[in-house]
């Protein structure tokens, strides 16, 4: 029921069945009930497809939670960085193995170890995802000694309460994506511990306005990503999680 849940809460996936669905009401002669089912899907593409609504359901978690501050960052005592997603393909280079989301909190987390150099780095995630960040991490010159992993966390809420205990009560850089850092926060502080936020890989702007108003699969996307956090929060929520 969840994983339909979090299937049907996606706008790419709803028009994709509504389009199917009046595509075979059509086949089966039902004409305007099958018109009305695709332009329903149509309507779902015209909608959360322009640039200002994806850029206010997105945007509107990104901004939520403002960066750490230089003063604040001072007082960190370690690093985290949360996964994305990640593959171990032999056929492709190290760097090619982990997705954008996963590449670019790994440049904010080796930028934030060039500062502080001394900090250790806990990366968490799940199985292979976990490793192969570390490995790249690795070849980014920071210390092995100094990269702890997770690897047993198969979510945010797993990650939290996998590393509470590693982290205790020292201030910490969390790194996650900026859509993504509210429900990370919220795990994290609900776990007992002392997060410092450092979210990265923005995909929308402050303004809403300012961006194309066209109808795109880019846009679509990032209406996926806000439609699916907020399912998440929701879930987490009711689940006390946060």
Known sequence: MEVIAKYLVLPSNLMTISLLVGLVLLLFRMTKKGLWVGL????????FG???????????????????????REKA?????????????????????VNGTSAI???ETVMLHKSWPNMPVFVSGFQEVADIMRDIL???????SQIIVDSLSMNT????IHLAPMLGNQPFLLVTSAGH???AMGVFLKAGTHPLPV???YMTKRNPLATTYLPSPLHLHCSDLAMSEYAALAWYSLKGRV
Request: proline share 11%.
């Open 40 to 47: 329903g899907g149509v309507a779902i593409y015209l909608v």
């Open 50 to 72: 322009t640039g200002p609504v994806s850029f206010l359901l997105l945007g509107a978690l990104e901004f939520r939670i403002p960066p750490a501050d230089l003063t604040e």
């Open 77 to 97: 005592e370690a690093i985290v960085v949360l996964a994305g997603y990640g593959e171990a393909d032999p056929d492709h280079p190290l760097s090619s193995r």
């Open 105 to 107: 909190r790994l440049l």
């Open 138 to 144: 690795i070849s980014a010159g920071v210390p092995q």
């Open 157 to 160: 809420y797993e990650s939290a």
């Open 181 to 183: 850092m509210p429900r």
């Open 199 to 201: 979210p990265t890989d």
